[in-house]
């Protein structure tokens, strides 16, 4: 039997291999966060209108777009809830193991624009200090603010 299933998955090579391995393997979405950070060294941080009361705080978070890069995903992100460009630095952050979910977190620097929060998901968006960061924030985005940077 395995020669057989062998034999086959050569003989349908390229499109036809993607498209069963497709169907054959668990989809994923993945999250992507930014801990986006200025040239003082303040993070950004949003106040996320759909997370659960009192955990509202955050850094900047969604889902990558089919066919987009995970550092376009931050870039399109803190553009779309806050106004402002980033650039994507290096990876900080990867995780798997979830159900459904991968989660990736990138570091980026501020570079132009003024916050302007015109996203219905974002009541509002601060810089804060590292050693100042507001309560009522996710521990995980504190742990990956405070995490050390090589």
């Given at each position: 039997?395995?020669?057989?299933?062998?034999?086959?998955w050569?003989i349908?090579?390229?499109?036809?291999?993607?498209?069963?391995?497709?169907l054959?393997h668990?989809?994923?979405?993945?999250?992507?966060?930014?801990?986006?950070?200025?040239?003082?060294?303040?993070v950004l941080?949003?106040?996320?209108?759909m997370?659960?009361e009192g955990?509202?705080w955050?850094?900047p978070?969604?889902?990558?777009?089919?066919?987009?890069?995970?550092?376009?995903?931050?870039?399109?992100?803190?553009?779309?809830?806050?106004?402002?460009?980033?650039?994507?630095?290096?990876?900080?952050?990867?995780?798997?193991?979830y159900?459904?979910?991968?989660?990736?977190?990138?570091?980026?620097?501020?570079?132009?624009?003024?916050?302007?929060?015109a996203?219905?998901e974002?009541?509002?968006a601060?810089?804060?200090s590292?050693?100042n960061?507001?309560?009522?924030?996710?521990?995980?985005?504190?742990?990956?603010?405070?995490?050390?940077?090589?």
């Open positions: 039997m395995k020669k057989i299933a062998a034999k086959l050569r349908i090579r390229g499109p036809m291999q993607w498209r069963v391995l497709w054959w668990s989809k994923f979405m993945v999250g992507v966060t930014g801990i986006v950070r200025d040239e003082e060294g303040r941080l949003l106040k996320h209108r997370w659960p955990r509202q955050g850094l978070t969604g889902y990558a777009n089919a066919k987009e890069a995970f550092e376009d995903t931050i870039v399109r992100e803190v553009r779309e809830e806050t106004g402002l460009t980033v650039k994507v630095c290096e990876l900080a952050h990867l995780k798997s193991g159900k459904l979910r991968v989660e990736v977190a990138y570091e980026a620097l501020y570079v132009s624009g003024r916050i302007k929060v996203s219905f974002i009541l509002e601060r810089w804060f590292p050693d960061l507001p309560e009522g924030m996710q521990d995980s985005h504190r742990q990956l603010i405070s995490r050390q940077r090589f």
